[in-house]
């Protein structure tokens, strides 16, 4: 057996139906999946990736920003403050990518010796970077490469720079929050909590209040300039403690009146830093642990609370609690970047290629992608492509059951996770062979399905009830019936008896 064409598993088809974005419009607002098109192995040949500059659907495909991915999973996204360069994190290896958006495309790429937990900008671009380590270390990045390298007590959990005071504030699986003063180049005295283990730290970008969040499901506050402890607020008390249970995530908004605190089973309580009961209550109904909260300010000056947990991005009016809309991505999300007061979203998850996703309700675009205002307009999509459309994935067994076991180690198949890859084609054809019923099957099926349809599409005669005696209509109805019935038993009992007579006399 051989696939068509004769280019093995190199091979692309020129199948699918793939015309640009994909729309949905949750609660009625639309919001556009920038990233859809087709995607194609790495390990495509460059011979066969020459190809697809003829292939249609391959041009069609929308790329906002180009090399916007990594060869496993992206961890951390964030926008330098200037908002000219988008910093993303992946695996495997641990690696950063620096973007320039005025260009489109890729500044450079670095890697490091562990994978980063969270990383913070530290200047307007993209001059100082500090990275929080899985080892222990915080690792420090200037325009040239790696400056700086030191170790934290305890394995850190997040990072945040307090601008005020020149700290950079480490938190994780201890009570104390670490202070690493940027002027003096060292550690400072640490905060200590009430709490075993810290999950999360914010700090609010109006009067410096420090806040971090507990396994034990509280927020507790922090002054950075006298190191007292200043409020608590008990978020879940029902949480059992423990890593990654409690309080999640948190967020002071823009005024420094009001924080946001996500728990591990997917809640978001708002709270006035002057009250201990929370503003509003936002349950996810996922159960999932919160990843990420924000505020977006929208073009027309409204404010939304933008809540992300595993599997949903939530976006939600902060006075009523009302839904706005939603983005579902479809894969494990672990981070999200928002541009205020324009609608792009920018997901970095469980998934090699970045998620982009554009709602022009929320904002217009960036001035540098201006231009997806006009593709919004022509290019909408029903259906999104698979992954691999041109190939399938099949395991052992499945080789086994369609005699293909002896192209293990050709050209045919490609090897991965649990099973291969093989080309569509070179499937239906050994498919056809092994099962040479299973098109009559199929066949049969559409034949009835399509009589189904046809029957239910006949005009029938729809007898009315006479207003005047229906019930005594019905009986003599049920009455027909039933002597109908009996005519025709009487009709097959004397058919066999004529049967019985006629084997008798032979």
Not at 187 to 200: H, Q, R
Not at 239 to 268: C, N
Request: hydrophobic share 35%; glycine share 10%.
């Amino acid at each position: 057996m051989s696939g068509g064409g004769g280019d093995g598993l190199d091979g692309v088809g020129g199948g699918g139906g793939f015309s640009g974005l994909k729309l949905s419009a949750p609660n009625g607002v639309k919001v556009y999946q920038v990233t859809s098109g087709k995607e194609v192995p790495k390990w495509l040949s460059e011979k066969n990736a020459r190809k697809l500059r003829k292939d249609a659907d391959y041009q069609r495909r929308i790329e906002l920003i180009q090399d916007l991915e990594f060869s496993t999973a992206a961890s951390r996204v964030k926008l330098s403050p200037d908002g000219n360069f988008l910093c993303v994190t992946g695996i495997h290896p641990p690696q950063v990518k620096v973007y320039d958006l005025s260009q489109l495309s890729m500044k450079f790429e670095r890697h490091l010796d562990a994978e980063i937990v969270d990383f913070q900008i530290l200047s307007d671009d993209y001059s100082k970077l500090a990275f929080l380590c899985a080892d222990r270390s915080i690792v420090f990045h200037a325009k040239f490469g790696a400056y700086f390298k030191t170790r934290t007590p305890r394995q850190g959990r997040d990072l945040a720079y307090v601008g005020a005071t020149g700290d950079l504030v480490v938190v994780g699986s201890s009570s104390e929050v670490y202070r690493l003063n940027l002027e003096q180049g060292r550690f400072l005295a640490p905060m200590v909590a009430k709490a075993d283990g810290l999950n999360c730290v914010g700090v609010s970008p109006m009067h410096g209040l420090l806040a971090a969040g507990t396994e034990a499901g509280t927020v507790e506050c922090f002054d950075p300039r006298t190191r007292a402890p200043v409020g608590q607020l008990e978020v879940c008390a029902g949480a059992r403690g423990g890593p990654g249970q409690g309080v999640t995530a948190l967020r002071f908004d823009p005024s420094g009146m009001h924080v946001a605190a996500g728990d591990h089973e997917g809640v978001v309580r708002i709270y006035d830093l002057r009250s201990s009961r929370p503003v509003h209550v936002k349950d996810h109904m996922y159960g999932t642990p919160i990843v990420d909260l924000k505020y977006h300010t929208a073009a027309d000056g409204s404010r939304r609370v933008v809540s992300t947990d595993r599997r949903v991005i939530k976006v939600w009016e902060t006075m009523s609690g009302a839904n706005y809309t939603s983005v579902e991505p479809g894969q494990e999300i672990n981070d999200v970047c928002i541009w205020d007061r324009t609608g792009l979203i920018i997901t970095a998850m469980e998934h090699r290629v970045l998620g982009c996703y554009f709602a022009p309700s929320l904002g217009a675009a960036p001035a540098w992608c201006s231009f997806l205002e006009n593709l919004t307009e022509e290019m909408e999509e029903e259906q999104r492509p698979s992954m691999y459309d041109d190939y399938r994935f099949v395991t052992r067994e499945e080789l086994e059951r369609l005699g293909m076991s002896h192209l293990v180690g050709t050209a045919m198949l490609r090897a991965y996770m649990h099973g291969f890859f093989v080309d569509n084609r070179l499937y239906g054809k050994a498919k056809a062979i092994a099962e040479p019923f299973s098109y009559e099957k199929y066949r049969s099926q559409k034949v009835e399905e399509k009589l189904a349809a046809e029957r239910a599409t006949r005009i029938t005669v729809k007898k009315k009830a006479p207003k005047v005696n229906a019930a005594l209509v019905a009986k003599l109805e049920r009455d027909a019936v039933k002597e109908a019935g009996k005519v025709g038993d009487g009709a097959k009992k004397r058919q066999r008896r004529s049967d019985a007579d006629a084997d008798s006399d032979g």
